[in-house]
Structures are given as structure tokens and as C-alpha cells.
């Protein structure tokens, strides 16, 4: 596995584009395997926070540019010189951002071909769906590679999603895994044939875009919460404000009175 990323001096950039109600973030600097620079990570963030208010947009789609890499991890080119505090801070800056991705208030969902290494796996963790192509690999192999860490709040991700016994291994080992393996212990969703991945998860997207976006994201927020809670006791009054939001909107009003006059209904999200 030949992995290796040169410093280019090109920073790369995120390019959003729009299909519809779905936006599609794409992680662009495939002379890098799409490795990201602190530049890349800034966009990755507005982007979130405007995606986030924008109602016009009901799914997120985030992808590598070019052929060969999701993304590979953060450029380890800007880790030259770190020192401790350097250290707390670019942990603290990941998590600010991957919490956006995690919280983001539509679904969100991961497109992956060729590499998904360090933070490129941390990313796609944080999405709600992630779909992949048979040569897909994913990893966080810092105990071979660098000898740096995750932050606690991104191995409690890895857990979620992969459960504990697997993420102790897949870490202790540095291994990188194959689709088929992330697919069979239920990491991924699906696993599509290279020239079909980025149409067929635009379909996917588009699919769920024209479903009642209150009822979708009432969904994603419930399952927030309850990953939020982390397996303790949490009462359904916990969840009141989303149900009488959902309940009391117009939406249910239209749905309601579509199925009645058997027709197809016309979500708002009010």
C-alpha cells in the first residue's frame, strides 16, 4: 500500500455545489490524496455553519476530488515543529468542526472511494450514512505512522460507530481495513462499483430530500440526543420540544390532509 503524500504547495480548497435540495462539500486536492490543510479545514467549517441556517438545503453529500482518496488525513507537513499546546489546540480546533458535521442538522452523508486515513476516517465517522467503493480503505493508523493521538471525544466516535473491542484493535494495530471488512462489521452502509458511488449516493440524497424534512431531521436529532446521553436514562420529556414542533407544523397538516384526498403531499420544513 503506497500512500505517501508530497507537499505540492497546493493548499487545496472545499468546492460546494448544489443538486437540487442536496449539497455536496468536496475535499479537493487529489495531487495530496486529498490530505488536508489547515486552509481546507476553514472552508470545511463555513461551509457546515452556512449549510447548517440554509434551508434550501435537506442533505449533505461530502467527497474526495479526484480518484484515489476520500481524504488522507490531515497534512502531517503542518505538524513540523508541534510542541503540547500545539497539540491542544489543533485537537480542540478538529473537534469544533467534526462536531458541526456530527450535529449538522440535515442527514449527512460520506461518498467514499480510495483512502479514508486519520482524519479522513474521523470525518466520514461523523456522517450519518457512509457508502464506499470496493478498493476503499479506512484507518487511523497514528501508532505506526505519527505517534500522535485522537482527541477523547473522537475515539468515543470510533466506539459508537465501531464498537469498542474493534476500535481498540483497529488502533492498537494501526491496521487499515478494507470495504468489504468495514461493510461486514456494519461501518458502512453499502458498497457501490467505482463508476457508479457518486451518482447512486446524488440518487440516495435526493431520494431522502423529498421526504418531510421535520420528520427527517426530527430523526436526526433524536438520535443526537441519545448518542449525546451515551446509553443512560433519558426521559421522553427530553424529546417534547422536536415532537410538538413536528405536530403542531404545517407540514403534518399537509401530510395529513394529502393522505385523505389521496394525493401526494408538498413538504415546506414549516
Known amino acids: 500500500m503506497n500512500m505517501s503524500v508530497k507537499n505540492t504547495g497546493d493548499v487545496g480548497r472545499v468546492i460546494l455545489e448544489r443538486f437540487g435540495a442536496v449539497a455536496q462539500l468536496t475535499l ?42 476520500f481524504a488522507a488525513g490531515t497534512d502531517i507537513n503542518q505538524f513540523k515543529d508541534f510542541t503540547g499546546q500545539d497539540g491542544l489546540d489543533y485537537e480542540s480546533k478538529m473537534d469544533r468542526i467534526i462536531n458541526k ?33 470496493p478498493k476503499a480503505r479506512f484507518g487511523a493508523p497514528m501508532a505506526r505512522t505519527l505517534g500522535n493521538c485522537l482527541s477523547l471525544a473522537n475515539y468515543q466516535r470510533l466506539v459508537q460507530e465501531l464498537g469498542s473491542m474493534r ?3 483497529l488502533l492498537y494495530t494501526s491496521r487499515v481495513i478494507s470495504a468489504e471488512e468495514a461493510f461486514s462489521i456494519g461501518f458502512l452502509t453499502a458498497i ?30 433524536a438520535l443526537c440526543r441519545l448518542n449525546k446521553y451515551n446509553g443512560l436514562n433519558i426521559s421522553e420529556q427530553e424529546f417534547d420540544d422536536v415532537v410538538s414542533e413536528v405536530y403542531g407544523s ?8 394529502a393522505y385523505l384526498e389521496k394525493r401526494s403531499p408538498v413538504w415546506r420544513g414549516e
Open 167 to 169: 476500535t481498540k484493535e
Open 28 to 69: 479537493s486536492r487529489p495531487s495530496a490524496l486529498n490530505a488536508i490543510s489547515w486552509e481546507m479545514y476553514e472552508q470545511l467549517e463555513k461551509h457546515l455553519t452556512t449549510l447548517a441556517d440554509d434551508t434550501t438545503t435537506r442533505v449533505l453529500v461530502i467527497r474526495g476530488g479526484g480518484d484515489k482518496a
Open 250 to 257: 404545517k407540514d403534518f397538516a399537509e401530510g395529513v390532509s
Open 192 to 221: 457501490f462499483d467505482e463508476e457508479d458511488i457518486f451518482q447512486k449516493v446524488l440518487d440516495i440524497a435526493s431520494q431522502i430530500s423529498k421526504n418531510a424534512p421535520l420528520t427527517v431531521g426530527a430523526t436526526k436529532e
Open 101 to 133: 458535521l456530527a450535529n449538522f442538522p440535515k442527514p449527512t452523508i460520506a461518498a467514499i472511494h480510495g483512502y479514508a486515513i486519520g482524519g479522513g476516517m474521523i470525518i466520514s465517522t461523523a456522517c450519518d450514512l457512509r457508502y464506499a467503493t
